[in-house]
């Protein structure tokens, strides 16, 4: 099940917070990047030794496809210190110990304690970590300084430090903070459920607006519900039964050539059709031309359940190619850049548009 290998650092590729990216040379496997998690090995050097996990890079996994350093042994870092009795990743070798915003040991916890409301916060639920660099184009575009805190779940990654798209989204100014709930750890703060993990976005860190969607990552199996998506129907219902407004993104592609995920993803439809039963607003972006024409008639059965939400797309493109270049993200899905599935990215964006226009 676990790949180990011994390895030796080369040297220090780039790094962000939380993260360092090195290039290590592995023991019967040549030179290859390693990725280490600051807060949880320390930080390795040159010459280190270190103990990698390399399954996910043999399986040639994409946004996995590192070794991952589970020690440096030989030079092993201080025993943490502070509060937090959460306990995270649990019950694997790399159970981490933080501090919950909804634990008894927090400041917040008085906060958090009785709180059951979400004041009619705007709630934006997509599928794919991808979507959130384009939702908040689409969102400060129409909107300039509304705060947005992300929600992560845990079905893609679960550190979010493997994320350089919250990292410099932070540090231009696009994203106020992020909350990891569930086995999700690293964000500014942490929450148990997607329900603590909301209302800490609204009362701690005072939110307009909140986006949920998983982690870097995304695990699939083409089956009707053997995907880590099916959790944006679940947090549709968290978002409606703490009285905010779910507003859901549709994943929309010309690009995928799977049949499953061309125009509206199968994704979508299963988790806003079957498993999400409290009622949200769907985003249908008026994409025009005949992929417009199909994404309508596929999305038209989710108005059995919710209110569908027609959302021009005009200008954010714009908004888009704007956010890569002053943000300093790259705009990907799935290894496809913004020309390769422009309508992937103009749908995130007419979400975050949306939200914008609820706030007005």
Do not use: C
């Not at 002053?326 to 007419?350: C, E, I, K, N, P």
Request: a negative charge.
């Amino acid at each position: 099940m676990i790949r180990w290998r011994k390895g030796t650092v080369d040297s220090v590729r780039r790094e962000w917070p939380g993260a360092i990216e090195l290039d290590v040379t592995i023991d019967g496997d040549g030179a290859r990047r390693a990725l280490a998690y600051t807060h949880l090995v320390g930080r390795p050097q040159p010459g280190d030794t270190v103990l990698l996990n390399t399954t996910a890079l043999a399986l040639g996994l994409g946004t996995g496809g590192y070794a991952m350093v589970v020690a440096v042994p030989d030079r092993l870092p201080p025993d943490p210190t502070g509060p937090g009795h959460l306990v995270k990743a649990r019950y694997t070798p790399l159970q981490a110990t933080v501090l919950g915003a909804d634990e008894q040991g927090s400041p917040h916890h008085e906060t958090l304690r009785d709180a059951d409301s979400l004041d009619g916060m705007p709630v934006i639920v997509a599928d794919l970590h991808s979507a959130l660099p384009p939702i908040l184009a689409g969102l400060l575009a129409d909107r300039p300084g509304t705060r947005a805190v992300y929600v992560m779940t845990d079905g893609g990654a679960l550190p979010a430090w493997f994320s350089m798209s919250i990292a410099r989204l932070r540090e231009a100014g696009a994203l106020a903070a992020t909350v990891t709930v569930g086995q999700a750890f690293g964000g500014d703060l942490e929450a148990v459920t997607v329900h603590t993990g909301l209302l800490a976005a609204r009362l701690v860190l005072d939110a307009d607006v909140a986006v949920v969607a998983q982690g870097p990552g995304n695990l699939g199996t083409g089956t009707r519900w053997g995907f880590s998506g099916v959790a944006a129907g679940e947090a549709v219902n968290a978002a409606a039964v703490l009285s905010g407004r779910p507003v859901a993104s549709l994943r929309v592609s010309e690009g995928d050539a799977r049949e499953r995920h061309q125009g509206v993803s199968h994704h979508s439809l299963t988790a806003y059709g079957r498993v999400a039963l409290a009622r949200a607003q769907v985003v249908v972006p008026e994409l025009g031309g005949k992929l417009g024409q199909r994404v309508a008639q596929q999305a038209a059965p989710l108005g059995e359940r919710h209110e569908l939400v027609p959302v021009p797309v005009d200008r954010l493109e714009d908004a888009l190619r704007a956010a890569e270049q002053d943000w300093g993200v790259r705009l990907s899905t799935m290894g496809r850049r913004l020309d390769q599935d422009m309508a992937y990215f103009l749908s995130a964006a007419a979400a975050g548009r949306h939200a914008a226009a609820l706030l007005t």
